[in-house]
């Protein structure tokens, strides 16, 4: 039996894209005038692959589970923030001297929301100041920088320029926020995945293969 594709999305685009949400759905993206059946081929040459990561995704735990307790850590590029729960009756998470969290015992039933909100924080402190180095670095400019919830897309360059990124890409290493980061500043110059678009990177990021396959391999644990 084919591989089943659950969504397909036509847009203004050169290569086929194969996306697999947390529910182990599969999405494809799709140039507008590519023949179903060429889709579909592509898709079934990829079927060892789609099956690999759906089982994956479908074993993994749902978002929002996670326990927090005393000894709890939390990833933040590349390293671990101790987390520590204290007495109290309001529902506070606190980032004691940028080197760990205190949650109050009030605080465990909305830690998810709260441990976010930190999260996105620190996204945003930390993308405005690197983003501007990088851009910096390769004489790139980008027209703003936001903060989005995306759970698959890492990052995006608008027609106008602007990047956004995730907040869950700050659990992941330095050197992975960094591949993101870079690819993104090379929308810049080139909108889309084309073989100029990836000598782009490589040139700015030689090793960036590395750094993508851990976000292949380990994107799903960037999730609280």
Not at 38 to 63: D, G, N
Not at 189 to 200: L, P, R, T
Request: proline share 6%; net charge positive.
């Amino acid at each position: 039996m084919p591989v089943k594709i659950d969504q397909l999305i036509r847009s203004q685009r050169k290569t086929v894209s194969l996306i697999i949400q947390r529910d182990g759905l599969l999405i494809v993206r799709a140039p507008l005038k590519m023949p179903e059946k060429t889709i579909r081929e592509i898709v079934a040459k990829k079927e060892a692959w789609i099956l690999k990561h759906q089982a994956a995704m479908k074993a993994a735990p749902a978002p929002g589970t996670k326990p927090y307790h005393p000894g709890n850590s939390l990833p933040l590029l590349g390293k671990t923030v101790p987390l520590t729960i204290v007495p109290g009756r309001q529902t506070t998470l606190t980032w004691v001297n940028d080197e760990r969290l205190e949650l109050t015992e009030a605080g465990l039933p909305h830690a998810a929301i709260l441990i976010e909100r930190w999260y996105r924080s620190r996204a945003k402190e930390y993308f405005t100041t690197r983003v501007t180095e990088l851009a910096a670095q390769f004489q790139l400019t980008p027209s703003a920088i936001r903060i989005t919830s995306a759970r698959t897309r890492w990052g995006s360059c608008s027609g106008k320029n602007s990047l956004a990124f995730t907040w869950r890409l700050v659990m992941a290493p330095l050197a992975v926020v960094d591949y993101v980061i870079l690819h993104e500043l090379a929308h810049i110059e080139i909108k889309n995945h084309s073989a100029k678009f990836w000598a782009k990177v490589k040139s700015m990021l030689p090793n960036y293969t590395q750094r993508r396959q851990w976000l292949k391999e380990h994107g799903r644990e960037l999730d609280l």
